[in-house]
């Protein structure tokens, strides 16, 4: 038995979930005589990667769930988990967002892009070959309501408005941008929706993803404004 089974099984036979990095330590030496140094507990969970062990950019041999405040919740293997998955690069202050699980299923992102989002409720990561529905907090429908009704439905960058231009075909219609890049993403952001979403056309929207990472609206506004003085 390896020895990720081996803390694996460990777990699943005590008579709680929850444990911290010393008590799985502690639990897998006494059963199965496992140097604590051989167990980090972080590499075991869903919502974590280290690449040194997830070289293939497939996550194997996860069971476990890292809390807020640092201790372990024990799911098991093949659980349907449902969220995103964190790497902090050596020497960086920085979780990078660098994959989602979907009922159980693993979806690589790629951390040097922002999503692209639309009012139709839809959300889309560039680069990703899948279409995937986000159902964490930054991604909510609420969010970008509020996001539409303090900021309206015209382009914050070029001033666009859909529904002047096209009518009732065009009402409500409008991207909204995350300003925050996905790479920039810990467990503990919180979104806000005022200030990290903007309303955005398509053109726009597009040209800021120009960038990698994308360039930050305002970049854009006053490029836009430079090139009207030229004329």
């Not at 059963?31 to 996550?59: E, M, Q």
């Not at 951390?111 to 989002?117: K, L």
């Not at 890049?181 to 726009?204: A, E, F, M, R, T």
Request: net charge positive; glycine share 6%.
């Amino acid at each position: 038995m390896s020895i990720v089974q081996s803390v694996a099984s460990t777990l699943s036979e005590e008579d709680k979930t929850i444990f911290t990095s010393k008590e799985i330590k502690d639990l897998a030496f006494k059963k199965h005589k496992i140097k604590p140094t051989s167990i980090i507990p972080s590499d075991y969970c869903y919502n974590r990667t280290n690449y040194g062990i997830d070289k293939s950019g497939i996550l194997k041999n996860k069971f476990l769930f890292i809390n807020p405040d640092g201790t372990y919740l024990y799911l098991g293997f093949n659980y349907p988990f449902n969220g995103y998955v964190y790497h902090k690069p050596k020497g960086s202050k920085i979780e990078m967002t660098v994959g989602h699980w979907s009922n159980g299923n693993y979806f690589p992102i790629d951390p040097y892009q922002n999503d692209i989002e639309d009012l139709s409720k839809n959300s889309f990561i560039e680069g990703a070959t899948k279409t995937i529905s986000v159902n964490a907090y930054e991604r909510n429908p609420n969010a970008r309501s509020i996001c539409i009704e303090h900021h309206g439905n015209k382009c914050w960058t070029c001033g666009f408005d859909f529904e002047k231009t096209y009518g009732d075909l065009g009402k409500g219609f409008i991207h909204v941008h995350h300003i925050t890049p996905l790479s920039q993403i810990g467990h503990s952001y919180k979104l806000d929706p005022v200030l990290d979403l903007l309303p955005l056309c398509p053109n726009c929207h597009a040209m800021v993803h120009r960038k990698t990472p994308a360039m930050h609206p305002q970049e854009l506004k006053l490029l836009i404004i430079e090139k009207k003085n030229i004329k």
